[in-house]
């Protein structure tokens, strides 16, 4: 992976959480702000450069840049360069484009400490190893409907960089991940959390 997404609530200072995650990828911070399409173009000049040795784009606050910013940044997502990485953040997944979301690693940063945590991509991966029964199981003692859409939500972005890492059974997975988001959809339009739930993994395709 090459790109994540830091988000928490109540984080003031990212810092710490940067510096631990550029440590794990051997890789130097280059601060950047984007906001504005030109903050854009002048990171892609930057990007023509040749970077011999790992390099972490700390981009703060991702939420703050405009849709024309972020749809011209989306391009360096979907093509990874050698040796660069990028850093975003935001206080919620939900206030950054879906299209951005899906092609980064989320990392849940604990509020007081800005240390990251992934139990969710943890939670996700062990979800999608267990049988059907398991997964009912599992899934019954969702109760809470803000619970039931983090879920949902850490699903459908799971999926898609699953599909775009490693293309395995790819009509597959985009008939999985369009369930998913209608699962999702459902689940905000006050469907039965359960039911809902229930419905995704009793049609998910192995």
């Known amino acids: 992976m090459h790109a994540y997404l830091l988000t928490g609530q109540g984080i003031s200072d990212y810092g710490p959480a940067v510096s631990k995650l550029a440590?794990?990828?051997?890789?130097?911070?280059?601060?950047f702000p984007l906001k504005k399409?030109?903050?854009v173009r002048n990171l892609n000049n930057l990007?023509?450069?040749?970077?011999?040795?790992?390099?972490?784009?700390?981009?703060?606050n991702i939420h703050d840049a405009g849709?024309?910013?972020?749809?011209?940044?989306?391009k360096n997502l979907e093509e990874p360069q050698e040796n660069i990485f990028f850093a975003l953040t935001s206080?919620?997944?939900?206030?950054?484009?879906?299209?951005?979301?899906s092609r980064c690693q989320i990392v849940r940063i604990k509020s007081g400490d800005s240390e990251p945590m992934d139990q969710n991509i943890e939670e996700i991966q062990t979800f999608f190893k267990m049988t059907t029964g398991e997964k009912l199981?599992?899934?019954?003692?969702?109760?809470?409907?803000?619970?039931?859409?983090?879920?949902a939500e850490n699903m459908v972005n799971f999926m898609h960089r699953s599909l775009h890492e490693n293309g395995l059974k790819y009509d597959v997975g985009l008939k999985n991940i369009d369930l998913a988001l209608k699962t999702l959809s459902r689940l905000k339009?006050?469907?039965?959390?359960?039911?809902?739930?229930?419905?995704?993994?009793?049609?998910y395709l192995n």
């Open 37 to 39: 399409i030109e903050d």
């Open 23 to 31: 440590n794990k990828l051997k890789a130097k911070i280059l601060e």
């Open 91 to 101: 206080t919620s997944p939900r206030r950054v484009l879906p299209t951005i979301v």
């Open 189 to 203: 339009g006050n469907g039965n959390v359960n039911l809902q739930l229930s419905n995704f993994v009793i049609n």
């Open 137 to 151: 199981f599992y899934i019954d003692k969702i109760k809470d409907r803000a619970r039931a859409i983090e879920f």
């Open 47 to 60: 990007l023509r450069l040749s970077f011999d040795k790992p390099t972490l784009i700390y981009c703060n």
């Open 67 to 74: 849709e024309e910013a972020l749809n011209a940044f989306l």
